[in-house]
């Protein structure tokens, strides 16, 4: 069960040029509302089957949340997962609640893959509030790196045509899963084609990460895009 109104509170996505929809798993977090008391440790229950997160001062040397953020943010979490730890159908069950007119299903696993870096088939809170720390509150260039690892789905280090086809065409499935397929494929298409334009890549070419952060600074509108973050975060984490 994936939470009740009262505890969660999606956080939609923003499309940015390059069609990519993150944040990435802080699309469902709301804590329960009220006055929090600041505690020394996040959970101090026993752990019994619970994957325990690392203190709050260690969460607060390495993201970028104050403490009562990342107290916030874990609470939430909590609230959904209570084991510490997600699994890929449970991520995909939030995506699905969230967009409930498409098939988010390719999408939510391209986006747990990349916060599961280590590959263990799990997300736990630190994977979240450090991925999502850099998407919410990081610098242009951490958001640019995160945003590649998304598309480099073989982990190459290049972005190629057709990861860049599977990455939107994941997209517009989740928002609508009524296109037909020959329009979907057509739409992917045309839109795949504007970013190897706006990127400079040639037809059939790829990308390495150094060159796709060095023109996605060059462009004034996406680096403009990626700064709603910073508003997208405010909001959510007001309350």
Same mark, same amino acid.
């Given at each position: 069960m994936i939470g009740s109104a009262s505890c969660t509170r999606p956080l939609h996505q923003a499309l940015i040029p390059l069609a990519v929809s993150v944040p990435p798993a802080a699309l469902f977090i709301r804590?329960?509302?009220g006055?929090?008391?600041?505690?020394?440790?996040?959970?101090?229950?026993?752990? @019994?089957?619970?994957?325990?997160?690392?203190?709050?001062?260690? @969460?607060?040397?390495?993201?970028n949340f104050s403490r009562r953020e990342i107290q916030q943010l874990y609470r939430s979490f909590k609230e959904l997962w209570p084991n510490g730890t997600v699994a890929l159908e449970q991520f995909q069950a939030i995506y699905a609640s969230i967009f409930p007119n498409g098939d988010s299903k390719s999408y939510a696993e391209l986006v747990f893959r990349n916060?599961?870096?280590?590959?263990?088939?799990?997300?736990?809170?630190?994977?979240?509030?450090?991925?999502?720390?850099?998407?919410?509150?990081?610098?242009?260039?951490?958001? @640019?790196?995160?945003?590649?690892?998304?598309?480099?789905?073989?982990k190459s280090g290049y972005i190629a045509y057709n990861e860049i086809f599977h990455v939107v065409k994941s997209m517009y499935?989740?928002?609508?899963?009524?296109?037909?397929?020959?329009?979907?494929?057509?739409?992917?298409?045309?839109?795949?084609?504007?970013?190897f334009k706006n990127l400079n890549i040639a037809n059939g070419g790829r990308i390495n990460k150094e060159?796709?952060?060095?023109?996605?600074?060059?462009?004034?509108?996406?680096?403009?895009?990626?700064?709603?973050?910073?508003?997208?975060?405010?909001? @959510?984490l007001n309350f």
């Open positions: 804590g329960k509302t006055h929090i008391e600041m505690e020394e440790e996040l959970d101090t229950a026993p752990a @019994l089957e619970r994957q325990r997160p690392p203190s709050i001062d260690y @969460l607060f040397e390495i993201t916060i599961d870096q280590t590959r263990v088939g799990s997300v736990t809170f630190l994977d979240f509030i450090t991925n999502y720390s850099k998407i919410a509150k990081g610098t242009v260039d951490e958001r @640019l790196d995160w945003i590649f690892t998304l598309y480099d789905t073989n499935q989740m928002v609508d899963a009524s296109l037909q397929p020959t329009a979907l494929a057509t739409i992917c298409r045309q839109h795949v084609k504007i970013v060159e796709f952060m060095q023109r996605c600074r060059a462009d004034t509108e996406i680096v403009n895009t990626l700064e709603v973050f910073n508003s997208f975060s405010t909001g @959510l």
